[in-house]
C-alpha cells in the first residue's frame, strides 16, 4: 500500500444525493430540463466524483472531461509518488528551475497555512514523515524512533527554507516538501473553476472527501453533505448543507504507517511525533485547499489552540470529535446544519 502524508481527508465525507437528485428537474424560465450528469474516476490515488447540472448531455460531459484533465496537470506536477513530477525533481535535488506556476502558487499558499497555524501546517515535514515510515516498513526496527533521531531530522523541517527565485525554488540541503495535504484541495478547486469556465453554474467536485459545491441544486435546494460517524459507518454525525463553500476532514480513521503498529500518519512538524490530541476535524471554508489545509492545521493543534486558531479566521468553521468521543463546533458551525 502507498505510503500516505499528511492531511489526507480520511475520513469519509459525502455528498448524499438522494434518488430524485438524479431525476430531471424543470427550470422555468426557460422551460429547459436540467439533469445531473455524473462521473468518477481514480486520480490523486484516490476515488474523484464529479457532478454537474446542464440541459446539454454532451456539454455537461465536455465540461467534465476539461475538468478531469485540469486536476490531473496538477497531479503531475504535485505527486511526489511520480519520478517525473516537479514535486519529485524538487525533493531528490533540492531545487528546480521554472517551476510550472501552479506548483508555485500552491507553495507560496502553503506559508499562508504555516503562519497562521503557528507551524502547525508544514509542507516541509516530509524527512519526519519518512524517518516515522522507515521504521514500520519491512526491514525496519519497528519501533518508534528515538528522540535523538526525531531531533536531528526536525534540523530539515523550516518552511521558511524554501526560497523562491521568480519560478526557480530552491530547498535547504537535505530537506523535501509534501504537497498531500493542500495538492488535492487546490485540485479540486482548479477543477470548479474548470467548470465555471465552460460554462457550469451548480455541481460539485469529491476528490476521496475533500468536496467543493458549486451554486445549489437545479431544484433550488442545497446540497446536503454528511459526516460519517467513526464508529458505524452507516451512520453520519451530521448533515451540512452547503452552497458555494467547500469540505474536508482529517483524522486517522484506520491510516497509519503500519497495520501493526497503529501508528498515526500525520505528524506534527513542531514536535516530530504523530498527531493524537483528536480524532478528526472537518472544516467548511470557501475553497478545498483552505478546507484541507486547515482541517489538518486543526487536527495538530487539537481542541483548544485548533477551535482559536478557527474563530479568527473570516468564512470558515470546523467539528472536530475529540479523543473521548466528544463532538465540539466552532461558533458558526452549526449555520451549516440549520439553515
Known amino acids: 500500500m502507498k505510503y500516505k502524508t499528511v492531511a489526507i481527508a480520511l475520513i469519509v465525507v459525502f455528498t448524499i444525493l438522494l434518488m ?82 501552479e506548483l508555485v502558487d500552491v507553495i507560496e499558499r502553503s506559508g499562508y497555512y504555516y503562519r497562521v497555524s503557528g507551524g502547525a501546517f508544514d ?50 540541503p537535505g530537506m523535501k516538501i509534501t504537497l498531500g495535504g493542500i495538492a488535492k484541495g487546490y485540485a479540486v478547486d482548479i477543477a470548479i473553476d474548470s467548470l465555471k469556465e465552460d460554462g457550469i453554474t451548480s455541481g460539485f467536485v469529491n476528490a476521496g472527501g475533500d468536496g467543493r459545491y458549486m451554486g445549489s441544486k437545479p431544484d433550488g435546494t442545497m446540497w446536503r453533505v454528511g459526516l460519517q460517524n467513526p464508529e458505524k459507518s452507516e451512520d ?51 475553497t478545498a485547499m483552505d478546507a484541507d489545509a486547515f482541517a489538518t492545521a486543526v487536527f495538530i493543534l487539537g481542541e483548544d489552540e ?12 470546523c467539528l472536530i470529535i475529540t479523543t473521548d468521543k466528544r463532538i465540539i463546533r466552532s461558533s458558526g458551525f452549526s449555520f451549516y446544519e440549520n439553515n
Open 20 to 101: 430524485t437528485d438524479y431525476m430531471p428537474w424543470q427550470i422555468s424560465n426557460d422551460n429547459e430540463i436540467e439533469e445531473i450528469y455524473t462521473q468518477t474516476r481514480i486520480l490523486m490515488d484516490t476515488t474523484v466524483t464529479l457532478s454537474v447540472a446542464s440541459s446539454d448531455q454532451k456539454h455537461a460531459y465536455e465540461a467534465i472531461d476539461n475538468a478531469f484533465a485540469r486536476m490531473y496537470s496538477v497531479e503531475m506536477n504535485m505527486n511526489k509518488h511520480d519520478n517525473n513530477s516537479q514535486v519529485t525533481i524538487l525533493n531528490d535535488q533540492g531545487f528546480i528551475p521554472g517551476a510550472d506556476q
Open 123 to 172: 509542507i516541509s515535514i516530509q524527512p519526519i514523515l519518512d524517518l516515522w515510515a522507515s521504521k514500520y516498513r519491512p526491514g525496519g526496527t519497528y519501533q518508534d524512533p528515538t528522540s535523538e533521531e526525531i531531533n536531528e531530522t526536525l534540523k530539515l523541517v523550516n518552511h521558511s527554507e524554501i526560497i523562491f527565485k521568480g519560478n526557480n525554488i530552491s530547498l535547504a
Open 236 to 286: 453520519v454525525i451530521t448533515i451540512m448543507r452547503i452552497e458555494d463553500a467547500a469540505v474536508a476532514t482529517s483524522g486517522n480513521y484506520e491510516r497509519y504507517f503500519s497495520d501493526t503498529a497503529k501508528v498515526s500518519h500525520i505528524a506534527d512538524p513542531r514536535t516530530g511525533y504523530p498527531s493524537s490530541k483528536l480524532i478528526s476535524a472537518t472544516v467548511v471554508a470557501r
Open 306 to 317: 485548533g477551535i482559536d486558531m478557527i474563530e479568527e479566521l473570516d468564512d470558515v468553521e
